[in-house]
């Protein structure tokens, strides 16, 4: 039901050059995004993972200067960014919620329009993943959430389990 630009501004290469040698630092990254609200884009895809958060940090803050119901913003979580903690990654309840605040945090907003799932967790039953997320939208965290880079069968079974247990699925 959200309406977003034919673009989408992807977010991957912002924040902290020292995170990837292709990543730009922050005055480069926050005329581009500028510029991109300039020429109407309204939608911007980031991740606790690009410049371990910094790419999220950066976005925020330079959305903050916009009317935020005109923004659209989505962040995904997955991968494991803290190599001493185990719950720092994964698509468990615990990291999901842990995520999901550290995102929102960064970002500087009560709730974040679209959380996806970086990649499929093998080791996590994705019913377990599934509730986690539809009670963050029963919360307000989130107002929707998907799912990023897995494959066809894995989003099958993701909404075969969403529907069985009738709760909220990827959109």
């Known amino acids: 039901g959200m309406s977003v630009s034919r673009i989408a501004l992807g977010c991957a290469g912002f924040g902290d050059s020292n995170w990837r040698d292709w990543v730009l630092d922050e005055d480069e990254s926050r005329e581009i995004i500028e510029r991109a609200v300039e020429l109407g884009i309204n939608y911007f895809d980031t991740s606790n993972l690009y410049s371990l958060g910094e790419s999220e940090r950066l976005l925020g803050d330079v959305l903050s200067q916009y009317d935020r119901d005109s923004v659209v913003i989505a962040s995904k979580c997955y991968y494991q960014l803290d190599p001493d903690n185990p719950n720092s990654g994964g ?7 842990q995520a999901i605040q550290g995102s929102k945090e960064r970002l500087g907003v009560d709730t974040i329009d679209l959380y996806q799932i970086h ?6 039953d994705v019913r ?3 509730r986690a ?5 029963t ?4 107002y929707h959430f998907g799912a990023s880079s897995i494959w066809g069968h894995q989003l099958v079974e993701a909404l075969k389990a969403s529907r069985s247990m009738g709760i909220d699925s990827f959109a």
Do not use: M, N, P, Q
Not at 92 to 97: G, V
Not at 119 to 124: E, N, V
């Open 91 to 97: 698509l468990s309840r615990k990291a999901i919620d």
């Open 119 to 124: 990649r499929w967790d093998y080791d996590t």
């Open 128 to 130: 377990e993943t599934l």
């Open 133 to 137: 997320f539809d009670d963050a939208v």
């Open 139 to 142: 919360r307000g965290d989130v």
